[in-house]
């Protein structure tokens, strides 16, 4: 019995030692870098591979990716973001950053990759120019409509909301440039929507203009929101 018991113990620490029968938790979860705009993220697949073979395929995932227990080993998470770059993250299992004996994988929609600012209006514009920015909301049951001016006066930049009109902080023209950066990167859908939001900046004879389906960049209402509109 003692020999039995001697040869099942072997075995186990045989097995723990085996990267492949060494078992982990790990959860995997997209999520929005600056808005809560629902877990509808419009990823179209996600590949997942492990120590550089396909470990997992799957198509139009949700917030939670994965989770589950997997074999040690490097894995490697590749999808396209709401941008339309391919962004891929590597994470080796085991990892020294663990939370609540799992390891946890956060991958980001909506974050732009190329986020150098290149030939903005807010960088063009000149004193006694503006900016105008507008969003118009249309559902099944309701819509609404929004605008503000950016303009320049004094080498100073302003905005102009419902009659209100304020300076600038640094931060909120920082803002304000990621702002338009997303939107002219966005790439188009190629899905419906009963509800669309409709994006358009204007500076002189220059436009930007993008339809984008509910629940899917939200660009415009977290502008406000940083700038701090109502």
């Known amino acids: 019995m003692k020999v039995f018991l001697k040869k099942i113990i072997l075995l186990c620490i045989i097995l723990a030692s085996n990267p492949f029968f060494a078992q982990n938790n790990l959860a995997v979860k997209f999520q929005r870098t600056y808005s809560d705009h629902g877990d509808d993220f419009h990823i179209s697949e996600i590949i997942i591979l492990r120590d550089n073979q396909l470990f997992k395929k799957i198509e139009s995932p949700n917030a939670f990716v994965l989770y589950e227990s997997v074999p040690d080993g490097k894995y490697s998470f590749e999808y396209a973001n709401i941008f339309g770059e391919t962004i891929k993250k590597e994470f080796s299992i085991p990892n020294s950053k663990k939370s609540l004996n799992q390891s946890e994988v956060l991958l980001y929609a909506d974050k732009l990759q190329d986020s150098i600012p290149k030939d903005l209006f807010i960088q063009k514009i000149k004193n006694d120019e503006k900016i ?12 609404r409509k ?11 930049l302003y ?3 419902k009659r209100k009109k304020r300076k600038l902080k640094t931060d909120e023209i920082e803002f304000l440039m990621q702002y338009e950066n997303e939107l002219k990167h966005l790439k188009e859908v190629n899905f419906a929507s009963t509800a669309n939001g409709i994006n358009e900046v204007i500076y002189n004879s220059e436009r930007l203009y993008y339809v984008e389906p509910s629940v899917y960049w939200g660009g415009f209402d977290l502008l406000k929101k940083k700038l701090k509109l109502k």
Not at 146 to 156: G, M, P, R, V, Y
């Open 132 to 143: 105008v920015v507008k969003f118009r909301f249309s559902g099944c049951y309701s819509g």
């Open 146 to 156: 929004d605008s503000l001016t950016i303009f320049k006066s004094n080498n100073a």
């Open 159 to 161: 905005v102009l909301h």
